[in-house]
């Protein structure tokens, strides 16, 4: 079965629990997948979803944390083993019979001198955002995939350079590589995730971590204390999203973040009446009921309780605040760049963002007429919530819209005498029926892009 991605998370979560999800993980061994295709296997039994295992529907974001370059090629090949040189600069061998993964029969860092001839192949760059990932992401959340992006254990790296034995003997012999290496990870990862995250959330993080050896674990508390945790602790609050909005946790793993975006709730600014929204079902097949059936009344229904919505139509104000000081304390390596990015996204869904209930029968999708941006180093936010204390009245040739607007402009010119700090600046977009202009100091703005890029600019402005 097909998992969708709103299905995973629930489960994983702990939001739902129909069933357990059974699925596959190693996959056919090296080679049967050409003996299966030549006996005509199908491209589904091949990745076994023909067999009723569950598969997440992933995607998997063109980036990459891990080490880059490097060329992949077999030097030997025999009918029981392949030899090849991969991406590290090993030698690996595979047997063909036996295994899935081939294993390193050499390793490219023994001391720091190693190590610092292949460490800038872990420094950030550019190039490790693939042309288009944040567009292909978007196109496969809209699918329902899983946002998936992967990042380098904090053992598992340094074993792929050194080889299990040196690594292990490294935490005691030569702690200085091991810290330096995982810094150099764990930086890189960090500002990679600071820069997709401002595009697009993702989903999942998976780091790909392998402690054990035949007899236990490799390493213990204090190793995963003292060097590995470092690695992940970036991660635990990369994402924009998260910063903005906060993460409540019960698990000492993942740590809780303070949201630094605060959003009321809309309210309407006149009286409303609340409509129902309900349907009714009715039998017109009665003629075909059988002949010895003493009751053709037919069956009749009418929707209440879960079938049965309510709506309304008004002008509703929406208020929220943001803190850029608590944003950049959550992501200390923001960039004023990213924090731009950041401020843009959030006006933008503010403006934009329509609930997605029920579009298919109201398709409600009407533009804000009056948007207020107030920005301010001091700690002082304002809501004009009180403008609306007294319901605005409509009636006829009264234009609620038109109303609404001018009351939240008295009310601004009135309280932001008082109480606005000294160096706020303002932007007003003001269109349509809502066109009005504020006595108080103010930029107008054409439109929504301009609108956004001066309150951009204006935030991480100096």
């Given at each position: 079965m097909e998992i969708l991605r709103d299905h995973y998370l629930d489960y994983m979560l702990f939001n739902r629990a129909d069933r357990p999800l059974f699925v596959e993980l190693m996959g056919p061994l090296v080679g049967l997948d050409a003996e299966w295709r030549a006996q005509g296997a199908s491209e589904e039994e091949i990745a076994l979803t023909a067999f009723g295992f569950d598969h997440v529907r992933l995607h998997h974001l063109g980036?990459?944390?891990?080490?880059?370059?490097?060329?992949?090629?077999?030097?030997?090949?025999?009918?029981?083993?392949?030899?090849?040189?991969?991406?590290?600069g090993r030698r690996a061998m595979l047997c063909k019979k036996t295994a899935k993964i081939p294993l390193p029969l050499d390793h490219p860092v023994t001391d720091m001198d190693s190590w610092l001839k292949?460490?800038?192949?872990?420094?950030?760059?550019?190039?490790?955002?693939?042309?288009?990932?944040?567009?292909?992401?978007?196109?496969?959340?809209?699918?329902?995939?899983?946002?998936?992006?992967?990042?380098?254990?904090?053992?598992?790296?340094?074993?792929?350079?050194?080889?299990?034995?040196?690594?292990?003997?490294?935490?005691?012999?030569?702690?200085?590589?091991?810290?330096?290496?995982?810094?150099?990870?764990?930086?890189?990862?960090?500002?990679?995730?600071?820069?997709?995250?401002c595009e697009v959330v993702i989903d999942q993080l998976s780091v790909h971590e392998d402690l054990a050896g035949k007899s236990g674990s490799l390493v213990g508390p204090p190793q995963i204390a003292e060097f590995i945790k470092q690695a992940t602790e970036a991660s635990q609050s990369l994402t924009v999203d998260i910063g903005l909005f906060g993460r409540m946790t019960t698990s000492d793993l993942v740590v809780n973040v303070e949201a630094s975006c605060q959003v009321a709730h809309a309210l309407n600014t006149h009286e409303t009446i609340i409509e129902s929204d309900y349907f009714t079902a009715m039998d017109d097949k009665k003629d075909a009921f059988a002949a010895n059936q003493?009751?053709?009344?037919?069956?009749?229904?009418?929707?209440?309780?879960?079938?049965?919505?309510?709506?309304?139509?008004?002008?509703?104000?929406?208020?929220?605040n943001l803190d850029l000081d608590a944003l950049r304390k959550h992501l200390p390596s923001l960039s004023d760049e990213g924090a731009a990015k950041a401020v843009k996204a959030l006006v933008t869904a503010a403006a934009l963002?329509?609930?997605?209930?029920?579009?298919?029968?109201?398709?409600?999708?009407?533009a804000p007429e009056l948007i207020l941006v107030e920005v301010s180093k001091t700690k002082r936010?304002?809501?004009?919530?009180?403008?609306?204390?007294?319901?605005?009245?409509?009636?006829?040739?009264?234009?609620?819209?038109t109303m609404s607007a001018k009351a939240l402009q008295e009310?601004?010119?009135?309280v932001a005498a008082a109480f606005a700090p000294a160096d706020v600046r303002r932007i007003l977009l003001a269109v349509g029926h809502a066109k009005v202009a504020l006595k108080s100091k103010s930029e107008a703005a054409a439109t929504l892009d301009d609108l956004v890029a001066s309150v951009a600019k204006i935030s991480v402005a100096k």
């Amino acid at each position: 079965m097909e998992i969708l991605r709103d299905h995973y998370l629930d489960y994983m979560l702990f939001n739902r629990a129909d069933r357990p999800l059974f699925v596959e993980l190693m996959g056919p061994l090296v080679g049967l997948d050409a003996e299966w295709r030549a006996q005509g296997a199908s491209e589904e039994e091949i990745a076994l979803t023909a067999f009723g295992f569950d598969h997440v529907r992933l995607h998997h974001l063109g980036v990459s944390a891990g080490l880059m370059g490097g060329e992949d090629r077999v030097i030997e090949e025999t009918p029981d083993h392949i030899i090849r040189m991969d991406r590290y600069g090993r030698r690996a061998m595979l047997c063909k019979k036996t295994a899935k993964i081939p294993l390193p029969l050499d390793h490219p860092v023994t001391d720091m001198d190693s190590w610092l001839k292949i460490k800038p192949r872990y420094a950030y760059s550019a190039d490790r955002i693939q042309d288009g990932c944040v567009e292909a992401a978007r196109r496969a959340r809209n699918d329902d995939s899983l946002l998936v992006a992967h990042i380098p254990g904090g053992f598992d790296e340094p074993r792929q350079l050194m080889g299990e034995e040196a690594l292990c003997m490294a935490y005691y012999d030569d702690p200085e590589l091991i810290h330096d290496m995982l810094e150099t990870i764990g930086a890189t990862a960090e500002r990679l995730f600071d820069a997709i995250s401002c595009e697009v959330v993702i989903d999942q993080l998976s780091v790909h971590e392998d402690l054990a050896g035949k007899s236990g674990s490799l390493v213990g508390p204090p190793q995963i204390a003292e060097f590995i945790k470092q690695a992940t602790e970036a991660s635990q609050s990369l994402t924009v999203d998260i910063g903005l909005f906060g993460r409540m946790t019960t698990s000492d793993l993942v740590v809780n973040v303070e949201a630094s975006c605060q959003v009321a709730h809309a309210l309407n600014t006149h009286e409303t009446i609340i409509e129902s929204d309900y349907f009714t079902a009715m039998d017109d097949k009665k003629d075909a009921f059988a002949a010895n059936q003493t009751e053709k009344a037919g069956a009749a229904f009418l929707g209440s309780g879960d079938t049965e919505t309510f709506f309304n139509a008004a002008v509703y104000y929406k208020y929220l605040n943001l803190d850029l000081d608590a944003l950049r304390k959550h992501l200390p390596s923001l960039s004023d760049e990213g924090a731009a990015k950041a401020v843009k996204a959030l006006v933008t869904a503010a403006a934009l963002a329509t609930p997605t209930g029920k579009q298919n029968s109201f398709a409600s999708h009407s533009a804000p007429e009056l948007i207020l941006v107030e920005v301010s180093k001091t700690k002082r936010p304002l809501t004009y919530a009180n403008a609306f204390l007294q319901s605005v009245e409509g009636g006829a040739g009264r234009n609620l819209m038109t109303m609404s607007a001018k009351a939240l402009q008295e009310y601004v010119d009135s309280v932001a005498a008082a109480f606005a700090p000294a160096d706020v600046r303002r932007i007003l977009l003001a269109v349509g029926h809502a066109k009005v202009a504020l006595k108080s100091k103010s930029e107008a703005a054409a439109t929504l892009d301009d609108l956004v890029a001066s309150v951009a600019k204006i935030s991480v402005a100096k």
